[in-house]
């Protein structure tokens, strides 16, 4: 599967916990984007990444959110103390540069 | 901030019947796509367009850049039930730089009946 694989599919999480939500792009593909998409919307952007740093999180919440994108292992999305309004599905989206988007088939997290 | 306004939101129609979706902006856009999300999966790219002005097909579906590149319009001739989802336009605006991260317009829901 050369796609963007998203873990897990489904995360339920009580208030207060932390959600991880872990992204593998397309092999070769050095650009990392998360989006958010809440029911019936379109999706969001929250941050961007290459290799080991940040490029623009300007769509990021500055508070309990948090994104990697280490040299080794998958891009992680961080959010701390889960509150109902994160409930959403989250998706990643990688490319090679220059290249389309690919989009991972999404995390969604509910928090309860 | 740029903004996509799709219209329309929601749009029902028996199979065989032609359609048009819209997508808007008062911003200027290096690039345009169009996308398809079905239930439960992330978006799927089915054109960019780069070009003002510039017209692509793809089977029975037609993509269109306006001339200004602050616009785009999908049209679906004979419509069919497998082509039932959720229709977004994304732009890579200007600003963005060599970031592009795309503004996704809302969507438009399609449902094709049998």
């Known amino acids: 599967n050369a796609g963007v694989m998203q873990n897990p599919r489904h995360l339920v999480r009580r208030r207060g916990q932390e959600a991880r939500l872990r992204c593998s792009p397309v092999?070769?593909?050095?650009?990392v984007y998360w989006y958010r998409q809440l029911p019936e919307e379109g999706l969001k952007f929250m941050v961007y990444l290459q290799k080991e740093n940040i490029i623009d999180e300007s769509g990021m919440p500055k508070e309990r959110f948090s994104a990697e994108f280490p040299k080794e292992g998958p891009s992680i999305l961080r959010i701390q103390q889960v509150v109902r309004g994160d409930s959403a599905a989250y998706f990643c989206?990688?490319?090679?540069?220059?290249?389309?988007?690919?989009f991972g088939s999404g995390t969604r997290l509910t928090v309860v | 901030t740029q903004l996509l306004e799709q219209s329309p939101q929601f749009l029902s129609i028996q199979e065989g019947e032609n359609l048009t979706v819209y997508c808007n902006s008062s911003?200027?856009?290096?690039?345009l796509q169009w996308y398809r999300q079905e239930p439960g999966e992330g978006p799927v790219l089915l054109v960019t367009?780069?070009?003002?002005?510039e017209v692509k097909k793809l089977k029975r579906l037609t993509f269109q850049f306006g001339d200004a590149r602050k616009d785009s319009s999908l049209h679906i001739t004979a419509a069919q039930p497998g082509d039932t989802g959720l229709y977004l336009c994304?732009?890579?605006?200007?600003?963005?730089?060599?970031?592009?991260?795309?503004?996704f317009g809302s969507g438009t829901q399609l449902t094709v009946l049998p």
């Open positions: 989206a990688s490319r090679r540069d220059p290249g389309g988007y690919t």
């Open positions: 911003s200027v856009f290096s690039s």
């Open positions: 092999k070769g593909h050095s650009h």
């Open positions: 367009v780069v070009t003002g002005g």
């Open positions: 994304a732009g890579a605006p200007f600003s963005s730089g060599s970031a592009r991260q795309l503004t």
